[in-house]
């Protein structure tokens, strides 16, 4: 039974990564190929780019790391391990960052508030966008100077009496929890004060709306929704993504080699297999370019029968 479980969740971060690597490629593709043929990138399909590729960069470390651990912990030496962590992290950052980014790059496009300040910030979008991004890289140091001090530390855990080796392992699973949620926190607290501010300005509008006499269904408010559906849904996606890592890190002695284990994988990998999805279809021209694959998808099935 045990190993029908493992067999299915295996099979289940498989489909996640090959739906995953898709869409982000799919992503990827339609906007690097409009910035080859010489079209203006704008700031968000420079986003959308950076975020697609490394998510399929994570994705990629996951799905090794998974075949590595449980189907041949004999290639999982400490230098593979090292290589891995490090990967993880690196990719992790900047997935997570870039979507915050888009968030914050959306909330500045679409919301309408009377402020000068945000008005200066609005006005400043890309610089705004690209401080916030150069700012994360400090979360981003001190996450790989704690793992490069948890790599050292561990090292030598066989060393010693069992009372050292037990202590260290516990201040070891600790500082990685620790850290682990200091630099998850401050993005997930950026990107809800974003969908508040997004939902605030689209109360703000259809009440300006209702005292005008006109309808509600005009362009700004589908605007809002559409990114307020990006938002919440990276929400979404990444606190489930936020609970099975810490899951997995807390219990990462007794859940190495086993079915909770890869639960957590599948869990987590949630966050960059679906959410992309999300931005295609709330995107006019991936959304358009989506349909327009799927068309010639369905046509050369038919001819091909």
């Not at 000068?116 to 966008?129: D, E, G, P, S």
Request: charged fraction near 10%.
């Amino acid at each position: 039974m045990r190993s029908l479980l493992l067999s299915i969740l295996s099979v289940l971060v498989i489909a996640e990564f090959v739906l995953g690597t898709f869409a982000n490629v799919f992503i990827a593709l339609v906007n690097g190929i409009d910035w080859v043929k010489g079209q203006k990138l704008s700031c968000a399909d420079g986003i959308l780019i950076a975020l697609a590729v490394s998510r399929i960069g994570l994705l990629w470390v996951v799905l090794l790391n998974s075949y590595a651990t449980v189907y041949n912990p004999g290639v999982y030496s400490s230098g593979f391990r090292t290589i891995a962590y490090i990967a993880w992290v690196v990719s992790n950052h900047f997935s997570l960052w870039f979507a915050v980014s888009l968030s914050i790059f959306y909330l500045l496009k679409i919301a309408n508030f009377s402020s000068l300040f945000f008005l200066h910030l609005k006005w400043k979008a890309k610089r705004v966008v690209f401080m916030v991004l150069l700012g994360s890289l400090v979360f981003l140091v001190c996450h790989l100077t704690e793992v490069s001090l948890k790599l050292k530390m561990g090292m030598n855990d066989n060393e010693g009496n069992i009372t050292w080796v037990t202590s260290l392992q516990h201040i070891l699973h600790v500082s990685d929890v620790t850290v682990f949620t200091i630099v998850h926190v401050m993005p997930f607290t950026m990107s809800l004060m974003t969908l508040l501010l997004l939902l605030f300005s689209m109360w703000k509008h259809l009440k300006k709306m209702q005292l005008s006499g006109k309808g509600s269904q005009d362009a700004s408010t589908k605007v809002h929704v559409r990114a307020m559906q990006t938002v919440i849904s990276f929400l979404l996606f990444f606190f489930i993504y936020f609970l099975a890592r810490i899951t997995s890190i807390w219990n990462s002695n007794t859940l190495q080699n086993n079915s909770i284990a890869m639960l957590c994988r599948v869990l987590g990998l949630l966050y960059c297999s679906f959410h992309p999805f999300v931005l295609i279809w709330g995107n006019k021209k991936l959304r358009q370019a989506i349909l327009s694959f799927l068309s010639q998808l369905k046509c050369w099935v038919k001819e091909n029968k």
